[in-house]
């Protein structure tokens, strides 16, 4: 299976890492790319950012390179990831714009039938995005505001964070035992 995994410039790096290191544990695939705006939250949010990119570093695609095989659709993948989603990166999605390699990849994702994934993170929503919410599930997105529920019991940071990351494996069609299930 192959997945790419794009990051934007939205709080809830750690949701990206997370993910990342639960597809690895898979032998899933990979193929990253991160925005300069992520980057930059990234140093805010996650103080062993040095060792993640590192440990992934083969599998960072630069966002400005429009001649990576990620920007072509005839490229085959199975699905796109992006989260966290930063709202300029989901307007740009749900209106075709493609100014980095994460929308052409993601509106490739959409022309080609594949699932794309978009992890929204902002509170609260004003018109516009929402709109562009609509427009972006209209367009075959799955669009999941990272919403984490309590029913689950959370005890810490990670369980709440494995929510979020357990519902994006859901999507993804990966088995997975991040929090326990209403009703199981
Ligand atoms: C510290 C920080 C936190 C931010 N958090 C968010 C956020 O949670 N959601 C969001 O949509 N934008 C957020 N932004 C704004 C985006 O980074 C900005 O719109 C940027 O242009 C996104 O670009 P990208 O999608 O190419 O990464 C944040 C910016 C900074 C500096």
């Not at 705006?37 to 990234?42: G, N, S």
């Not at 993640?52 to 659709?73: E, Q, T, Y």
């Not at 594949?114 to 929204?120: C, D, Q």
């Not at 369980?159 to 299930?181: A, M, N, P, S, Y």
Request: with cysteine.
């Amino acid at each position: 299976m192959r997945v790419v995994v794009g990051i934007t410039g939205a709080s809830g790096i750690i949701y990206a890492i997370r993910l990342l290191e639960e597809l690895e544990s898979r032998g899933i695939e990979l193929f990253i790319i991160i925005s300069d705006r992520a980057r930059y939250i990234m140093d805010l949010e996650c103080k062993d950012k040095k060792k993640v990119i590192s440990r992934f570093a083969k599998r960072i695609h630069d966002n400005n390179d429009f001649s990576s095989p990620l920007a072509s659709g005839s490229f085959r993948i199975d699905s796109m990831v992006i989260v966290p989603c930063s709202l300029k990166t989901l307007s740009a999605v749900a209106n075709g714009y493609v100014d980095t390699l994460i929308s052409r990849c993601a509106i490739n994702c959409l022309k080609e039938g594949r699932k794309l994934i978009l992890v929204i993170r902002e509170m609260p929503l004003d018109l516009q995005t929402l709109r562009n919410m609509v427009k972006a599930r209209e367009a075959g997105a799955v669009v999941m505001p990272a919403m984490p529920a309590f029913y689950h019991n959370p005890k810490t940071l990670d369980d709440i964070i494995d929510f979020v990351v357990g519902k994006i494996l859901d999507q993804l069609g990966i088995d997975h035992e991040l929090f326990r299930r209403w009703g199981e």
